[in-house]
């Protein structure tokens, strides 16, 4: 433990980590480059337990066993922003007591990434390069081309390492290709990049199989659990994001009175439409997404008004507060809900493993009029609705 | 799983095919296969453009409009301009989207 340099990030140093001086940096990348080997502050990580000695220096072990401390962050990290920032330093890492030949498997410095990564690597000895993808998984960083041919050039050559290891082969997440040229890194790099498999879990066979893994483990699959995993994320958001201003207005509408804006007014008035409105973001966030595959057509706004018109008809039949709204509130329900979870619906485009950036357009270039269109002719519905309760219709 | 019919923007240009099969290992969603050495869309509907088979095409045998199919992104090039991407916050800071 004490042969690790221990350098904070951001701090100044005459010599740079990885042995090499300030200006044969690229200065750009000065501060990735402090960070290139893993640095601690002041106290290693607890997932560090020793180090491995190089030719290029001092490389961390890791541990492959997960705390409760670190299960505990990957579940803020699916439920709250406490993601943002849950990062791993930039640079190599060691796994058991791996040597010259071990393998080299690539990853983000997104902490959950590679805690998935190094759990999967329990018994094997090999390195890991840890990509800097300010901290997203390897998927959407390839997206964003953080996880990219020009990082990982650059990584291989900061951490040498060539000098670490004999061989020239870099196994790459598959999920990773979409921000890497395999032949561009081999040229400029000189190291063959190997695409894994999609799951961490399957790397143990793809290694076995001689660096090949099937048709299967190629595939991304969106299995129930991998989509409820990811509702927290839409149902967060919407709760923060919409819910609180459609509330606001709700009350405002209903406690709206000659008089001023009355409090039992907004609460007897809205109350039944504060819970349509829950329903309905509940509907498009969490029901959409656990029943994707069941709900009929392709089209996730499609998908999301059927939802979101059964729940409000189901609501409105069996929730005793909801069972005696008048006409105008009844057409604002039937159009304004289902439309709601339409469009909540939609946003899990983002999350989910198979819709592409042309269907999305094409999507929104149909139903965004209708839901600009939908919430104008909503909020007029609400205004008769006043007018005639104030008798001014 | 597959979203809307016939959309993808992928394209396959077999006269540069190589038959390496670099897109097939590469696909997400086994959208290619080989057939008499050339690579060949087994499902379009399947593709999501994310331009992994693109980018590790060295014959470029292949073009798609590379983008993210997330409506976030996509609302948000309407409104600001730009491409579509991942950064919901804006492009310095990490986004809280993906």
Do not use: D, L
């Given at each position: 433990m004490t042969e690790l340099k221990l350098i904070k990030p951001g701090t100044r140093e005459t010599k740079a980590c990885c042995g090499q001086t300030q200006s044969a940096v690229h200065t750009q990348d000065e501060m990735s480059c402090k960070t290139c080997l893993p640095l601690i502050e002041t106290e290693p990580p607890s997932w560090v337990t020793g180090t491995c000695m190089t030719d290029a220096g001092s490389i961390p072990t890791v541990s492959t066993d997960l705390t409760a401390s670190d299960r505990w962050e990957s579940v803020r990290c699916r439920t709250s922003a406490f993601r943002n920032n849950y990062t791993v330093h930039p640079g190599l890492y060691a796994v058991?007591?791996?040597?010259?030949?071990s393998d080299v498997l690539a990853s983000a410095n997104y902490k959950l990434s590679f805690d998935v990564l190094r759990k999967a690597l329990k018994g094997l000895d090999v390195w890991i390069l840890v990509l800097d993808t300010k901290g997203i998984n390897v998927w959407c960083a390839a997206g964003k081309g953080t996880f990219g041919t020009d990082e990982l050039i650059h990584r291989i050559s900061i951490l040498k390492l060539a000098r670490i290891v004999d061989h020239r082969r870099i196994i790459v997440p598959q999920l990773g290709a979409s921000g890497i040229s395999a032949h561009k890194v081999k040229d400029a790099a000189g190291f063959e990049v190997c695409y894994g498999p999609v799951?961490?879990?399957d790397i143990k066979a793809y290694i076995a199989a001689g660096y090949k893994a099937t048709r299967e483990q190629r595939t991304v699959k969106f299995s129930l659990i991998d989509r409820l995993i990811l509702t927290p994320m839409e149902i967060n958001p919407a709760m923060k994001k919409y819910y609180p201003r459609y509330a606001l207005i709700i009350l405002a509408i209903f406690g709206l009175q000659p008089g001023g804006i009355f409090f039992m007014e907004a609460l007897v008035g809205g109350l039944p439409f504060l819970l349509l409105g829950l329903i309905s973001l509940f509907a498009g966030a969490l029901v959409t997404p656990a029943l994707l595959p069941l709900i009929?057509?392709?089209s996730f706004a499609l998908k999301g008004w059927i939802t979101g018109i059964l729940a409000v008809l189901l609501s409105t039949k069996f929730v005793a507060m909801l069972g005696h709204l008048n006409t105008i509130l009844l057409i604002f329900t039937y159009l304004f809900f289902p439309l709601a979870s339409s469009y909540i619906a939609l946003q899990f485009t983002g999350s989910s493993t198979f819709t592409g950036m042309t269907g999305v357009k094409k999507e929104l270039k149909m139903s965004a009029p209708l839901y600009i269109a939908g919430a104008v002719v909503s909020l007029i519905l609400l205004l008769v609705y006043k007018l005639g309760e104030w008798r001014v219709l | 799983m597959k979203y809307l019919p016939n959309t993808a923007s992928l394209k396959i240009y077999p006269e540069r095919?190589?038959?390496?099969?670099m897109c097939i290992e590469v696909c997400p969603h086994g959208v290619f296969a080989l057939e008499n050495k050339k690579a060949v869309i087994l499902d379009r509907d399947r593709c999501m453009e994310c331009g992994a088979c693109v980018g590790n095409c060295a014959f470029g045998a292949l073009k798609v409009d590379k983008g993210v199919g997330c409506a976030a992104a996509v609302i948000n090039s309407m409104i600001r301009g730009g491409e579509p991407s991942c950064d919901c916050s804006g492009p310095n800071k990490t986004g809280d989207c993906c």
């Open positions: 058991g007591a791996p040597n010259r030949y799951r961490a879990a009929p057509f392709r | 095919c190589a038959g390496c099969g």
